[in-house]
């Protein structure tokens, strides 16, 4: 599914996260648009933070949808060197979590990763 910051912002001051790992990137590449869940809205209109396993089945989320990339991620190793609208979706991910992104995964073996920050370093 899509990535769900709903979620992710609870768990991160719950837990007390201080940064996250995005991983998979590369598997957006090609994309027309990405979305990211940002609210559950309920059968009655309204907006909530499902608080249990069982309020995912009431509830319907609620998707912003961004522009998606054409472009390989695959093996990028620099932030800057990503497509402009996978930089934006990245942002957008630590705005609506409240949380920076440390770590991005842009393919499946071990060093096509973009480290940002440290995770030990933090």
Do not use: M
């Not at 599914?1 to 590369?26: E, H, M, P, Y």
């Amino acid at each position: 599914g899509w990535f769900d910051a709903v979620a992710v912002r609870q768990a991160a001051r719950v837990n007390s996260i201080s940064g996250l790992c995005l991983t998979k990137l590369d598997v957006l590449d090609g994309l027309e648009q990405v979305n990211i869940c940002t609210a559950y809205q309920s059968c009655d209109g309204g907006t909530l933070a499902p608080l249990s396993a069982d309020d995912y089945e009431q509830l319907q989320p609620v998707y912003e949808t961004l522009p998606g990339w054409s472009e390989s991620t695959v093996g990028i190793k620099r932030v800057e060197d990503l497509p402009a609208n996978a930089r934006a979706y990245i942002v957008r991910i630590e705005e609506l979590t409240g949380v920076p992104i440390d770590i991005i995964s842009t393919g499946p073996d071990r060093v096509e990763t973009i480290v940002l920050r440290h995770p030990f370093e933090a």
